[in-house]
């Protein structure tokens, strides 16, 4: 996926840079281009056809010039094409744009309980990555399965040396798994927000 920086991203990178801050970029959206791929230009100051917004639950600066965005689209938002992703700052400018080959994004439905999360990752080349300010909310932020069981294994085994799996911590604690698009025997594709993990700990320590 190829992206670049918009008008509005470059003059936020620019006012940043002079005044020695950091630029406040917040949230990511996705579109379904109107219907059909394009190409993307600097001076667009929205998605063709946006259809999801949320908040950025991560950015990572990979060296000093690219950088890394990334949000799922909930489990219950889809019926569309993803052809087209943002990102926006706080004034909720479009400060950049990438294009990528059509995604369908389905959404969940009552006749099946498998959860379809989607991660988007957006990779952005900029001068200095770490000019960009990301402030993440913990309780939208996601942890992967296999991160969750074994950072409940290492507790409970501290105080009862139990081996807990999957099941034990669901029937336990009422954890809903959700995956995103991995499949029901992969734990690496499967998430859980931070809030469900912390409120995990609090119940099964009490326990």
């Known amino acids: ?39 993307p230009t600097a001076n667009q100051e929205q998605l063709r056809n946006e259809r999801w917004r949320g908040a950025i639950e991560n950015y990572t600066a990979t060296n000093e010039t690219q950088g890394i965005f990334q949000a799922h689209i909930p489990a219950d938002v889809g019926g569309f094409m993803v052809r087209e992703i943002g990102i926006l700052n706080e004034e909720d400018d479009l400060v950049a744009i990438a294009t990528i080959e059509e995604t369908p994004k389905t959404a969940l439905t009552g006749e099946s309980d498998h959860y379809n999360d989607m991660l988007i990752n957006f990779h952005i080349a900029v001068d200095h990555a770490d000019i960009i300010r ?9 942890a992967t399965t296999e991160f969750v069981l074994d950072t409940i294994n290492d507790e409970f085994n501290k105080r009862t040396l139990y081996e807990c799996d999957e099941e034990d911590i669901q029937e336990a604690m009422g954890i809903s798994w959700s995956g995103s698009g991995g499949g029901d025997d992969d734990p690496d594709y499967e998430v859980a927000t ?8 609090k119940q099964g320590l009490s326990s």
């Open 1 to 39: 996926m190829g992206s670049l920086i918009t008008q509005a991203g470059l003059s936020d990178i620019a006012t940043a840079s002079f005044l020695h801050q950091q630029c406040n970029w917040t949230q990511i959206a996705v579109g379904d281009g109107g219907g059909s791929e394009y190409v």
């Open 194 to 201: 931070t809030e469900e993990v912390i409120n995990a700990f």
């Open 134 to 142: 990301v402030q993440i909310n913990p309780n939208i932020t996601v």
